[in-house]
């Protein structure tokens, strides 16, 4: 990358562990809690200062790149991917969790250029863990080589999803009967640890097989869809497509096998893109 589209993971090594002390001092305080689009979608005063202070450190070294955040989006910015070099950052990913002191919640930067990640970094705070990959390099955690399972057979799979924040009929009864299509498949089991990001890095370290999803955001994802990649697993669109970090729908796997046979046991409900502001399909474009 060159010096003027391109940024280094050192330097925001450094500064998501630095903002990570904003959020650990923070966990076991007393939080006042706003919702946003839904009762289950919570916003502190954390995650917006964490947000601003990570694009102030970053702007002010990179003065020409573009930012995607997730408070910045909620407070009325407009949501655009272009070429141009941008940074996707979720400040909390797990603001629940960490409304609740539950201990899974990460910081999560996608840096892209041509709307492609060059890299990603998922730092999960309480764990102390940093997942990192740059495209073509590999992924690691803390520093160590990380490999997705390889598993093929969605029969010996541990699944992991997000019950996530829509509440209306039908993306709960959606929701609820994924998952049982996939006990009933059977799999071995199905986990939901609050974080999509985290969430995610379990399948590049091989803890987990596979993440599905539909609904999350491109700052939820971004990230850690490359660490996966990175690692050797795959990642894909629900309907069995290209991954788009757009479309809210997400399959992360071990093998292009486990990837299809989700896509192919999974139902989809509407969910607007990110870059659309009025779909018409009745869903939220921001939740
Ligand atoms: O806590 P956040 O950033 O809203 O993200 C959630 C999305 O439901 C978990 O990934
Ligand atoms: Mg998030
Ligand atoms: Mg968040």
Redesign the pocket.
């Known amino acids: 990358m060159s010096r003027t589209s391109g940024a280094h993971t050192p330097d925001t090594h450094l500064c998501v562990l630095l903002q990570s002390e904003v959020v650990l001092s923070a966990f076991q305080q007393h939080k006042e809690v706003k919702l946003k689009s839904s009762p289950a ?2 916003v502190t005063e954390t ?1 917006q200062r964490v947000e601003k202070i990570l694009i102030s450190a970053i702007r002010n070294r990179y003065p020409q790149h573009r930012f995607i955040g ?1 408070e910045s989006v909620a407070a009325g910015e407009h949501l655009e991917l272009t070429d141009s070099p941008t940074w996707i950052i ?1 400040p ?7 409304v609740h002191r539950f201990p899974f919640v990460a910081i999560s930067i996608a840096f892209t250029v041509n709307r492609q990640t060059q890299f990603g970094i998922v730092y999960s705070c309480v764990e102390d863990k940093l997942f990192y990959a740059q495209r073509g390099g590999g992924a690691f955690l803390n520093g160590e080589p990380l490999h997705a399972s390889g598993q093929q057979d969605i029969s010996r799979c541990v699944v992991v999803t ?1 019950i ?2 829509e509440r209306d009929d039908v993306a709960l009864s959606t929701m609820t009967s994924n998952i049982r299509r996939l006990l009933q498949l059977p799999v071995h089991g199905v986990r939901a640890l ?4 985290v ?1 995610m890095c379990q399948v590049a370290t091989g803890g987990a097989d596979a993440y599905y999803h539909i ?3 491109c ?2 994802i971004a990230a850690s869809a490359i660490i996966v990649q990175e690692a050797g697993g795959v990642v894909m669109d629900t309907d069995g497509s290209e991954f788009d970090m757009m479309s809210r729908r997400v399959i992360a796997a071990s093998s292009a096998a486990v990837a299809d046979r989700i896509a192919q046991v999974i139902q989809a409900f509407p969910c607007c893109r990110d870059d659309e502001d009025n779909c018409g399909c009745g869903a939220t474009g921001v939740n």
């Open positions: 979608d919570l995650d997730e979720d909390i990913d797990g603001t629940v969790n960490f997000e996530g924040a609050g974080t999509a990001a969430d609904g999350m955001h700052w939820d």
